[in-house]
C-alpha cells in the first residue's frame, strides 16, 4: 500500500508560481497512476492533472497551459508545477494514486494530507 505525502504548498501573489511535492513510499510509484486534486473552501474537490504509469499527462481545461504534473520514479515523488496563479487557484491540494491505468476524475484509492496553496495580495 502506498502513501503520499504532499508539500510545498504556501502563500503566493497573483502571477506567482509554485511547485508541489507528492512524496511517496511503502510502495513503487512506477506501479501507480497519479494525480493532482483540489478542493476550494465550500466546493467540492476537482481534479487539476493526471499522469498516468506510462507518463501520458492530462489536465483540467482551466490549469492547461499554467500548470505541469510530472513524475520520478526512481525518485517515487510526484511534482505539479504551477504558473501564472489566480485567486481563484486558492485551494488544498491533494496528491491521489491508483492502481489503474488511468486516474479517474474523483481521484484514485490513495489519498495524501493536502497541502494548502493560497493565492493572494
Known amino acids: 500500500q502506498v502513501q503520499l505525502v504532499e508539500s510545498g504548498g504556501g502563500l503566493v501573489q497573483p502571477g506567482g508560481s509554485l511547485k508541489l511535492t507528492c512524496a511517496t513510499s511503502?510502495?513503487?510509484?512506477?506501479?501507480?497512476?497519479m494525480g493532482w486534486y483540489r478542493q476550494a473552501p465550500g466546493k467540492q474537490r476537482e481534479l487539476v492533472a493526471t499522469?498516468?504509469?506510462?507518463?501520458?499527462?492530462n489536465y483540467a481545461d482551466s490549469m492547461s497551459g499554467r500548470f505541469t504534473i510530472s513524475r520520478d520514479n526512481a525518485e517515487n515523488t510526484v511534482y505539479l508545477q504551477m504558473h501564472s496563479l489566480k485567486p481563484e487557484d486558492t485551494a488544498v491540494y491533494y496528491c491521489?494514486?491508483?492502481?489503474?491505468?488511468?486516474?479517474?476524475?474523483?481521484?484514485?484509492?490513495?489519498w495524501g494530507q493536502g497541502t494548502q496553496v493560497t493565492v493572494s495580495l
Open positions: 511503502g510502495s513503487t510509484v512506477s506501479l501507480y497512476s
Open positions: 499522469i498516468t504509469k506510462t507518463g501520458s499527462r
Open positions: 491521489s494514486a491508483d492502481e489503474v491505468l488511468a486516474m479517474a476524475t474523483e481521484g484514485g484509492q490513495y
